[in-house]
């Protein structure tokens, strides 16, 4: 229980920084959004105007704290470019991109445990060779690189699924979820061949202290060994790693989604960008910072679950 405060006291401080930092961000770097809403040709008397009526005359830590209270209670401004609630254009967009990143999780897991376990198996056979290059060449490429030459392969020659063709999770659910599989595939492909990697490495570690040893003195097979003893330990480094990684498997999926012209909260991020739309910038990067935190939050718990030692650090 007092490891569990511990990390929510943090958590919840780290959410606090961070969203201070994503406020600050914003105020600080060269721009004005009144500026930019009404043109370089708008009189100063106009701009001033506006610039109180958006509230941006008033002192910084002062519209931060309403900031704060308002993102909290769901309130998370209007967006400059369109004069409509900055929720209402996220709330679509948010769980699809939080559907392609789970998905991207779990295709992670399905690809690199087996392979991790298999090659550590056939360590010496020419499969695990094979299997060690392939993944070194894999890790290289960037997911957007990788989605660019899916799209090519298997959209435009193989014709397994329309590039550009997204459906709408609203209308067809198998539909959204296929078009999902390929940019998924995308972002997985390099950390599931680094968590193969690790978790082999785990494997091969474990594999060499003493308790195992005494497990095949008690006449266990190599399986019972490897799945009811070594597996659990050197799961661990491989949870902690894909818990650290999460941050790069969201960013994957907010680069991704331009590939594969995925309307997510990435595709937004990168107009409102353009747009000067600080409002839809900062709670979009506040969101993701948040998801990130909270799920980095669950893997530690989970991470004290499997390794009680740990709540002793």
Do not use: C
């Amino acid at each position: 229980m007092r490891y569990v405060l511990k990390k929510t006291a943090a958590m919840l401080i780290t959410v606090l920084l961070v969203s201070f930092f994503v406020f600050l961000a914003f105020q600080v770097i060269p721009g004005d959004p009144a500026t930019a809403m009404l043109g370089t040709s708008a009189t100063k008397e106009k701009v001033e105007a506006l610039r109180e009526q958006l509230g941006l005359n008033r002192p910084l830590l002062m519209r931060y704290l309403e900031w704060l209270k308002s993102f909290f209670f769901g309130d998370m401004g209007i967006s400059y470019s369109y004069g409509i609630s900055v929720r209402s254009m996220i709330a679509g967009k948010v769980p699809v991109t939080l559907a392609l990143t789970l998905m991207s999780f779990l295709l992670i897991l399905l690809l690199s445990v087996p392979v991790g376990i298999k090659t550590a198996e056939y360590e010496d056979r020419l499969i695990s060779k094979i299997s060690d290059g392939i993944g070194q060449v894999v890790m290289a490429v960037p997911p957007f690189f990788t989605g660019i030459l899916l799209t090519y392969v298997l959209g435009l020659l193989l014709h397994l699924f329309t590039p550009g063709g997204y459906v709408s999770y609203t209308n067809d659910m198998g539909g959204f979820l296929y078009y999902l599989l390929f940019p998924a595939i995308a972002i997985a492909l390099p950390k599931a061949a680094m968590t193969t990697k690790l978790l082999k490495s785990s494997l091969f570690k474990e594999a060499k202290l003493d308790y195992v040893r005494t497990a095949y003195s008690r006449g266990n097979s190599t399986r019972d060994v490897l799945y009811r003893h070594v597996l659990k330990n050197a799961i661990i480094p491989v949870i902690t790693f894909l818990g650290m990684t999460l941050s790069d498997i969201v960013a994957g999926s907010l680069i991704v989604e331009q590939v594969f012209s995925i309307p997510g909260i990435g595709r937004l991020l990168i107009t409102s960008i353009s747009n000067r739309d600080y409002p839809v910038v900062s709670a979009i990067i506040s969101i993701v910072a948040f998801i990130v935190i909270i799920i980095n939050f669950i893997v530690d718990i989970l991470y004290q679950l499997i390794d009680p030692r740990t709540a002793q650090t």
